[in-house]
């Protein structure tokens, strides 16, 4: 296993990504980049730190609501075309829906 063999520079990089979550929670706690990235920690951690599917499914769930809220123009994107094109069979460019 990694963690083991690494322990220290395992524990550096969680110091790192957690202070990084942190920070974006601070700015935009709203940001669905952001939300899918807890949804997974929130996933894997035991309910007695706050985790759980339920709860994971939750933040999930805000996260797509804020994609529906960037179609009707309320937020800030994601991306230009999140969702919104595809890949035509004869030139393979995304046409815009």
């Keep these: 296993m990694y963690a083991r063999k690494e322990l220290g520079q395992a524990t550096e990089l969680i110091h790192q990504s957690s202070a990084l979550l942190l920070e974006i929670e601070s700015q935009d706690p709203k940001n669905q980049r952001y939300l899918w990235v807890l949804g997974a920690n929130q996933w894997y951690a035991p309910a007695a730190r706050g985790g759980g599917q339920s709860i994971a499914i939750e933040t999930y769930?805000?996260?797509?609501?804020?994609?529906?809220?960037?179609?009707?123009?309320?937020?800030?994107?994601?991306?230009?075309?999140?969702?919104?094109?595809?890949?035509?069979?004869?030139?393979?460019m995304v046409e815009s829906a």
């Design 61 to 92: 769930t805000k996260a797509l609501g804020g994609r529906e809220e960037n179609s009707a123009g309320k937020c800030r994107s994601v991306g230009p075309y999140v969702g919104r094109g595809r890949i035509t069979h004869e030139s393979g």
